[in-house]
């Protein structure tokens, strides 16, 4: 079946450092999301996009984080300066417009991100 | 604007005992509904979810939902804990539009099965 695939698994970097997360969402689906997970806490959402632009973001997604989508298949998350809040696990997830999966989100396994 | 609360941050059971894990939801229209299970250091795997139809779903590993719109709940359970439920859950709610799906997720319920 195919699934969402995220780049890197774990990524410790040093606070003020650019970090560029890559997933690489089901080839079909139209809409892409990112969501966070601080450890020990909830999933938030983070932002949502499609036809290669941001559909909605939360306050999170500030002006620190940005998306794009590079090429047809690449989706990624930018962090330019990190911060040691930022550490915490990303997941990326699409969605898919047909029917039989209505509502459903396929994540990916998610990209632990260690802030120093 | 659409919530999720879970009620209960731990809940600790048997093996063999009943599982039940509270969900309930706010939500303007008629929600689409998910249980997600989170396995240590794992991502999220999806459960079961309620669309439309019948309001008590099956899933994976024996789980099940009932959807209580008068409640406004969608507990989850499973009448017979096994060690290896020990996870945790994840209840979520969306409005669904055309293939645009924003899940907020519950806080999350750590489930610990004891011998």
């Known amino acids: 079946e195919p699934e969402v695939t995220q780049t890197p698994s774990h990524q410790v970097t040093q606070m003020g450092q650019e970090v560029i997360l890559r997933c690489v969402p089901i080839?079909?689906?139209?809409?892409f999301y990112w969501y966070r997970q601080i450890l020990g806490q909830k999933v938030e959402f983070l932002v949502s996009?499609?036809?290669?632009?941001?559909?909605?973001k939360s306050e999170i997604f500030d002006d620190q984080f940005s998306v794009e989508r590079p090429d047809g298949s690449n989706f990624t998350l930018k962090i330019r300066s990190t911060k040691l809040e930022d550490s915490a696990m990303y997941f990326c997830?699409?969605?898919?417009?047909?029917?039989?999966?209505?509502?459903?989100?396929?994540f990916g396994e998610g990209s632990r991100l260690t802030v120093l | 604007a659409q919530s999720v609360t879970q009620l209960g941050s731990h809940v600790s059971v048997s093996e063999g005992a009943l599982v039940l894990l509270r969900c309930n939801y706010s939500?303007?229209?008629?929600?689409?509904l998910f249980w997600y299970v989170q396995y240590p250091n794992q991502g999220l795997q999806l459960l079961l979810k309620?669309?439309?139809?019948?309001?008590l779903v099956k899933g994976i590993n024996g789980f099940e939902a009932e959807f209580k719109k008068s409640e406004t709940s969608f507990h989850l359970t499973k009448p017979s804990a096994h060690m290896s439920d020990a996870a945790e859950y994840f209840c979520?709610?969306?409005?669904?539009?055309?293939?645009?799906?924003?899940?907020?997720f519950g806080a999350g319920t750590r489930l610990a099965v004891h011998p």
């Open positions: 979520a709610v969306s409005m669904f539009s055309g293939g645009y799906n924003k899940l907020i």
């Open positions: 309620y669309t439309t139809g019948a309001t």
């Open positions: 996009f499609y036809n290669n632009e941001i559909s909605e």
């Open positions: 080839s079909n689906h139209l809409y």
């Open positions: 939500s303007s229209v008629p929600p689409y």
């Open positions: 997830a699409s969605s898919d417009p047909g029917t039989g999966k209505a509502g459903e989100l396929f």
